[in-house]
Nanobody
Framework: QVQLVESGGGLVQPGGSLRLSCATSGFTASKFAMSWYRQAPGKERDLVAAITSRADDTNYADSVKNRFTISRDNAKNTLYLQMNNLKPEDTAVYYC???????????WGQGTQVTVSS
């Protein structure tokens, strides 16, 4: 059974940091590019960052460049998103999925809520 389990979200003040994790199971994640998405209330789900299967290339939305870092540990089947200098506009539910420019799986995990507020 394929599973994507996001964790690490929470409430943080502007300028703060969080590290999200995505634990994968039921498929060989190391063979796939992986990505993070986010969905703010009333908005569409957007691509935030992506990483190739071997972690030799990354891609970021302009809004998070130089603040967020995507990484992966293929031995642990886990994807990460280090988020620094968080802004209120980063508030959203964050999801992981396979893929580089679009979600590979046709389903989503439960996501993890990130709230940036003073």
């Amino acid at each position: 059974q394929v599973q994507l389990v996001e964790s690490g979200g929470g409430l943080v003040q502007p300028g703060g940091s969080l590290r999200l994790s995505c634990a994968t199971s039921g498929f060989t994640a190391s063979k796939f590019a992986m990505s993070w998405y986010r969905q703010a209330p009333g908005k569409e789900r957007d691509l935030v960052a992506a990483i190739t299967s071997r972690a030799d290339d990354t891609n970021y939305a302009d809004s998070v460049k130089n603040r967020f870092t995507i990484s992966r540990d293929n031995a642990k089947n886990t994807l990460y998103l280090q988020m620094n200098n968080l802004k209120p506009e980063d508030t959203a539910v964050y999801y992981c999925n396979t893929g580089w420019i679009g979600p590979g799986f046709g389903f989503w995990g439960q996501g993890t809520q990130v709230t940036v507020s003073s």
